[in-house]
């Protein structure tokens, strides 16, 4: 019967933890985006939100206390094995991931050990990882499955990938400082893999738009913890809690778990099943590619998908980028909705230009947007609203792209204001 006072979210607090995951993965701009974007915390006021009671039993603490006490972890030797579950509301992406990257590079030789796609397939079903790190410059994080293993190194200036199961290797040289620009995983452009890393997306900002609230202790992976609850104080939003289970005496976010508005199970839920804080052997970052395997180097992988894209690409979805160009955001915090515009004014593909050939969508990645998509009307005009249980995507028939983590209403109508 812990305690549930809601901190004060008029006041003024430090931003969250630093060294936020820089980017987001080139494949997944394919298709309506996965990841927790726009997400923000609240500003934190001083009155205290107290764990002072449950299992186990941990010294008093507040909401603030707790925030800081992330950011404040200096933890930088790790090992242990995480399990992510990814309910999205969407088919599973395993069979797909190819579809949505360059000339289904995802299912042919060394390219099936590329990161940009084969990640793709941790924004939906259940994964087990197998993580280590040995501070920013080492780290590795390997994929489990029944019969076979994909494995991510990063080991100084060196990023290896490998999937056992088509004997393909990926290879690239990092430039120097590359890695704080990514944080501290080898994960290309920010897909998160473990719960630090979902925690410090949903915690980089902060608007005063968020109740923050401690909501009593738990044990992760045999360990200590508090619960970090953070809610959405603004209507609209798809997002209903998050829930950040963050270890008692490391700081270090053990457990994330993100609860839709819509209810039911949760959309993401990732935490450690087991850890351990002490240095990892050398051998975990060592990598040798095994005899036989095909050897593809990222400036390789990198032309291949400059030729694609001048012999047409993959049309309208182009568009669907994430880096900043022609990006115009309304509205703040949880509310918040990214206006893009395609290039070309392209609007939503017809089922009749899925053909790779000619520029279009696949007819795989046809087929899942179909199944996701809604046609829907204003004064902006018409479009098609692509919805997951978690972040909802209008695209126009003129080729503007409305993003973020909110209701189809809030859409139509951040369009409708658009003009």
């Given amino acids: 019967m812990a305690p549930n006072d809601s901190a004060d979210t008029n006041g003024t607090a430090p931003h969250g933890p630093g060294r936020a995951v820089a980017g987001r993965r080139k494949a997944v701009r394919y298709i309506v985006p996965v990841a927790v974007a726009g997400v923000a915390a609240a500003t934190i006021g001083l009155v205290p939100a107290l764990a002072s009671s449950g299992d186990p039993d941990l010294p008093e603490i507040t909401a603030q206390e707790l925030i800081e006490k992330i950011a404040a972890s200096d933890t930088e030797q790790l ?242 980028n994430t880096k900043g160009e022609g990006v115009k955001v309304t509205g703040k915090g949880w509310s918040a909705i990214a206006e893009i515009k395609a290039p070309g004014g392209s609007g939503t593909p017809s089922k009749s230009s899925g053909d790779k050939a000619s520029g279009g969508m696949p007819a795989e990645a046809q087929g899942l947007l179909d199944s996701m998509g809604d046609k829907v009307t204003g004064t902006f005009g018409s479009g098609t609203v692509f919805k997951t249980r978690l972040v909802n995507a209008l695209m126009t028939d003129d080729g503007r792209v409305y993003v973020g983590a909110v209701t189809k209403d809030a859409l139509v109508k951040a369009a409708d204001n658009a003009g």
């Fill in 79 to 320: 090992s242990g094995t995480v399990k992510i579950s990814t309910d999205l509301g969407i088919p599973s992406l395993g069979g797909l991931a190819g579809s949505f990257v360059p000339d289904g590079a995802g299912d042919k030789g060394g390219a099936s050990a590329d990161p940009q796609s084969k990640l793709t397939e941790l924004a939906s079903g259940t994964h087990t990882l197998r993580v280590a790190a040995d501070g920013p410059d080492r780290q590795r994080v390997s994929i489990l499955d029944n019969a076979s293993e994909y494995s991510l190194i990063h080991n100084g200036d060196e990023v290896w990938a490998y999937d056992s199961k088509s004997n393909a290797v990926y290879h690239a040289k990092e430039k120097a400082g590359e890695h704080a620009k990514r944080g501290d995983q080898p994960v290309p452009d920010g897909m998160p893999t473990t719960p630090k890393a979902f925690a410090e997306q949903a915690l980089k900002a902060a608007d005063g738009t968020t109740s923050v609230k401690v909501g009593g202790t738990a044990q992760v992976a045999g360990r200590d913890a508090y619960r970090l609850v953070v809610e959405p104080e603004q209507s609209g939003s798809t997002i209903g809690s998050i829930t950040v289970a963050v270890d008692a005496k490391t700081g270090v976010p053990l457990k994330f778990t993100l609860q839709p508005s819509s209810g039911g199970k949760a959309a993401i839920d990732a935490g450690f099943t087991s850890v351990d804080f002490g240095k990892p052997a050398a051998s975990s970052f060592s990598f040798t590619p095994p005899k036989g395997a095909e050897v593809t180097e990222a400036d390789s992988a990198a032309n291949h998908e400059k030729a694609h894209k001048a012999e047409g690409g993959l049309g309208p979805f182009e568009g669907l």
